[in-house]
Structure formats: C-alpha cells, structure tokens
C-alpha cells in the first residue's frame, strides 16, 4: 500500500478514483480533508480495488474468513476513526467514489 500511495495512486488504479484521491489531497480546497479522512479511503479503496490485481490477495482473503466466521453470509469492511474525526465526510468520499463503478474509467 505505502507503493501505491507514495505512486500517487497510479498502480492499478482506475482515472476516475486518481482524479478522487487527486480532488481529495489539493491542497488549495477550500475546506481541506483530514489526513485520517484520506487514509481511511486509500484503506478502502486499497482492498478494493488494488490489492487482487498485484497480488495482495491475500487481504481480502482474510478479511472474508473473519467475516465468515463472525457472521456468516455478509461481508462487510469498516475502518476505525476516533470521534470527531470526520467519518460522515468519509462515508460521503464512499459513496462518491462507489457511484463512479457505472462509468466507464
């Protein structure tokens, strides 16, 4: 993952979620995200989307088994962010980033 964030997203990586990350970390917005805000969507976006396709398999492998053990039939990911840190603005980069799945990169 360090490889694929110091890349600046381009290993793997659809256009559309580059130009996200890319939107996300510009430092001239004017109202700038959380670093934690950022890490929590390369997290996501890492399992999702990079980490099958150059061999970090692995990974989701294991977060299935857990899942599987812990309540069979739903899969689900989560990350972990300390009160005030912004998760409804994370939730918000989700959705965004998941509704781009029906265009064409």
């Known amino acids: 993952m360090k490889q694929w964030r110091e890349g600046r997203y381009t ?13 996300w ?4 917005r004017e109202r700038p995200l959380f670093y934690c805000q950022i890490e929590a969507m390369q997290t996501l976006v890492y399992i999702a989307e990079v980490a099958k ?3 970090d398999q692995w990974i989701e492998n294991d977060l ?3 899942a599987s053990e812990a309540n069979p039939g739903l899969y689900r990911l989560a990350t ?3 009160t005030g840190s912004g998760k409804t603005v994370v939730m918000a980069m989700l959705i965004a980033w998941e509704t781009r799945a029906g265009h064409k990169d």
């Open 80 to 82: 972990k962010m300390a």
């Open 11 to 23: 290993l793997d990586t659809t256009p559309v979620t580059r130009r996200l990350f890319e939107h």
């Open 25 to 28: 970390s510009d430092p001239e």
């Open 53 to 55: 396709k150059i061999g």
């Open 64 to 66: 299935l088994n857990a």
